[in-house]
Nanobody, 124 residues
């Protein structure tokens, strides 16, 4: 299984970006897909997640009103729509997948698959 995130780039504050993450591989199976981010010198943190077959979502409080996670089951792609971006959103964004249920959706250690990350830089 491979996850390929893309769509990152340089954007001005208040701007928008949409990050797709496509899953490939014959054995792909996911209960839950999440987006994480990691800024320089900081730990990787949960941003948003979605139940693959139900669509139920979770968000970090700081992005709840600005970011939207969605998925296309047929295309096996999860999206992170980011609006009203702030300089503090600057980070490498990673998508990740988990095969089984876990209450710890915010814990990177609970995930089975990881993409390589895409850089998002927000200028002030």
């Amino acid at each position: 299984v491979q996850l390929q995130a893309s769509g990152g780039g340089l954007v001005q504050a208040e701007g928008s970006l949409r990050l797709p993450c496509a899953a490939s591989g014959r054995t792909f199976s996911a209960y839950y897909m999440g987006w994480f981010r990691q800024a320089p010198g900081k730990e990787r943190e949960f941003v948003a997640g979605i139940v693959w077959n139900g669509g139920y979502t979770h968000y970090q409080d700081s992005v709840k009103a600005r970011f939207t996670i969605s998925r296309d089951v047929v295309k096996r792609t999860v999206y992170l729509e980011m609006n009203t971006l702030k300089p503090e959103d600057t980070a490498v964004y990673y998508c990740a997948g988990r095969r089984a249920y876990s209450v710890r959706y915010y814990d990177p250690g609970e995930y089975d698959y990881w993409g390589r990350g895409t850089q998002v830089t927000v200028s002030s």
